[in-house]
């Protein structure tokens, strides 16, 4: 029988960690929720000392400083958090001969490539300060010597608000009609599934052996526009239109990339795992009579 592990989840509060604290709910391993209230994880010797203490075997790290454009004028700000704080868990957990599981993103990529999903191994090319800050994360990884899985994702939304679903659906009670994109194409990735994986690969013992770097987002793609029209038809929203536009009528300091989808081949055949598709997980999701917006 394997030993109880024990979790350290960090960022908590975000979309990822509620959904990791609900699927987790029946898992034998002994998992320890914190945001920042409870760990500074920039600070190394808080670091040191909370995994030392609680004797943590693997760490899921969710924290990040996810405002893209806020990104672009605070980005000391944000390489603090998504740069240099992975590189002080994974040394940390390294010591304790722990491993983690890091949460990494699309925008490392800069829309580099055109209308092919990306593998790992893709030349990278942030064209932000968020993406660069996560790429240095990502990096800060890979020199610690510590056991780590790092899952890129992207356009996360979850059963709690905040996030690109509910932005629009809260927006459609208000207006007759709305706006989204339609020239920028990916693949929106359900925190819960996310979560599953998380959770998944660590009661199976799947870290250890299978190190590196993995995409993780739904099947499928679509514009923000498809997203946006799925999301206002699948929660009944009725007498509302939701229209097509070009990215230049929402100005944005960040150049985001105009095909972001992920290559989850990787993913699938280490850990021999379906992913389901984007809409299935989108009905799912706005089928829950939970789901905050």
């Known amino acids: 029988m394997d030993k109880t592990l024990n979790i350290l989840v960090t960022g908590a509060n975000g979309q990822l960690g509620k959904s990791i604290r609900k699927e987790a709910g029946g898992s034998s391993d002994n998992y320890i929720f914190t945001d920042v209230e409870e760990l500074d994880i920039t600070d190394p010797k808080a670091v040191e000392d909370?995994?030392?203490?609680?004797?943590?075997?693997?760490?899921?790290?969710?924290?990040?400083?996810?405002?893209?454009?806020?990104?672009?004028?605070?980005?000391?700000?944000?390489?603090?958090?998504?740069?240099?704080?992975?590189?002080?868990?994974?040394?940390?957990?390294?010591?304790?001969?722990?491993?983690i599981i890091h949460i990494s993103t699309d925008y490392v990529f800069g829309g580099s490539q055109m209308n092919t999903p990306a593998k790992e191994n893709?030349?990278?090319?942030?064209?932000?300060?968020?993406?660069?800050?996560?790429?240095?994360?990502?990096?800060?990884?890979?020199?610690?010597?510590a056991s780590y899985i790092i899952l890129r994702t992207a356009w996360l939304y979850s059963d709690y608000g905040n996030n690109f679903v509910a932005k629009i659906l809260s927006l459609l009670k208000d207006r007759d009609s709305i706006k989204v994109v339609f020239d920028q194409c990916g693949t929106p990735t359900y925190a819960t599934d996310l979560a599953k994986a998380i959770v998944d690969i660590i009661s199976e013992r799947k870290i250890k052996g299978n190190e590196g770097i993995y995409h993780f987002s739904n099947e499928g793609v679509c514009s923000w526009y498809d997203f946006a029209l799925a999301a206002s038809q699948l929660a009944g929203i009725e007498g509302k239109k939701v229209l097509p536009c070009h990215s230049d009528e929402f100005p944005s300091k960040v150049i985001r990339p105009s095909y972001s989808v992920l290559d989850k081949t990787k993913y699938k055949e280490t850990f021999h795992r379906e992913v389901p598709h984007w809409h299935n997980s989108l009905k799912e999701a706005l089928s829950k009579p939970d789901f905050k917006y």
């Open 50 to 99: 909370f995994i030392k203490d609680n004797q943590i075997d693997v760490i899921v790290n969710c924290a990040a400083y996810t405002n893209v454009d806020a990104a672009e004028d605070h980005e000391s700000v944000a390489l603090k958090i998504n740069g240099e704080a992975p590189g002080i868990l994974a040394r940390a957990i390294k010591d304790n001969k722990g491993s």
């Open 122 to 145: 893709q030349r990278v090319n942030p064209t932000g300060a968020y993406g660069r800050t996560k790429l240095y994360g990502e990096e800060e990884l890979e020199k610690s010597g």
